[in-house]
């Protein structure tokens, strides 16, 4: 039996045979301030249905960065778990049809949150995680394929019921504050970049001028159904590439700049 030694104290493993998965996503979202910071972190029991992988599955948890520039889709699993029905709902979840009554059930439950921006955000496609109380190393290989971050969370107990976390696998998308969203061309249109986290941006300010490698730059925000892109307007000082992606940044006195992704 795994433990660890803290605090003058021996913890031991709570294995998750020895809980109900609810439990255990109790246990998550009580210390998700801590376990993570960046985000705001709540049930999320909700069909999600896919074009390509049929459905309904349904997830558990939502996490949403707390600037409302990217979000993850959240499937609980424990030990008695099957990799194949994991791997059917993570199909679903990567490729699901999310919208508006999304937005809606989140706010619901955390009516604090900006249900604009809630709305904005949830109309993009989020990314998935598996978080699972062991380390299942087979399953980390096998969800990769699906784009997936594979995340432990284990837990362990003293003998006076103290709880510890221990936290393994990928890490979640941290950005400093100015980020907004990446911008990425594919081609399909003359200079148009679809905006990945449309989440901050107004929507009622339809031109922006934007800092582009020194020079300012015109662009032109629109929108068609759950798609946002910005059109770019007379001369840029670049030829965009398809794959070329941009990072789109506010600086503290409010002007905005481009960036090449660096990731590219």
């Not at 049809?97 to 949830?122: F, I, Q, T």
């Not at 978080?131 to 399953?139: E, G, I, M, Q, T």
Request: with cysteine.
């Amino acid at each position: 039996m795994a433990r660890l030694f803290a605090g003058n104290s021996w913890y031991y493993t709570k294995y998750s045979s020895s809980f109900y998965e609810s439990h255990y996503e109790n246990r998550i979202i009580a210390n998700a301030e801590i376990l993570f910071p960046n985000y705001f972190c709540l049930k999320f029991k909700l069909d999600v249905t896919s074009d390509d992988y049929g459905g309904p599955s349904r997830p558990d948890l939502v996490l949403i960065d707390k600037q409302y520039r990217f979000w993850y889709v959240v499937e609980v699993e424990l030990d008695n778990d099957q990799l194949s029905a994991v791997e059917n709902q993570v199909k679903v979840f990567t490729s699901g049809k999310y919208g508006d009554g999304h937005a809606r059930y989140v706010h619901d439950k955390a009516p604090e949150l900006d249900l604009v921006k809630l709305k904005r955000l949830m109309s993009t496609q989020p990314e998935v995680v598996v978080l699972v109380p062991r380390v299942k190393p087979s399953w980390a290989s096998n969800l990769a394929q699906y784009g997936t971050k594979f995340v432990v969370i284990e837990i362990f107990e003293n003998s006076q019921k103290i709880e510890i976390f221990r936290v393994d696998g990928d890490d979640l998308r941290e950005e400093d504050d100015r980020f907004i969203t990446l911008l990425s061309f594919n081609g399909s249109y003359s200079r148009a970049l679809t905006i990945q986290s449309p989440g901050n941006l107004n929507p009622e300010v339809r031109i922006l001028t934007i800092l582009l490698e020194n020079q300012m730059t015109t662009w032109k925000f629109v929108s068609y159904g759950s798609s946002h892109m910005l059109l770019g307007q007379g001369t840029l000082p670049l030829d965009l590439k398809p794959g070329t992606s941009f990072r789109l940044l506010e600086q503290p006195d409010g002007l905005l700049v481009m960036e090449m992704n660096e990731n590219d």
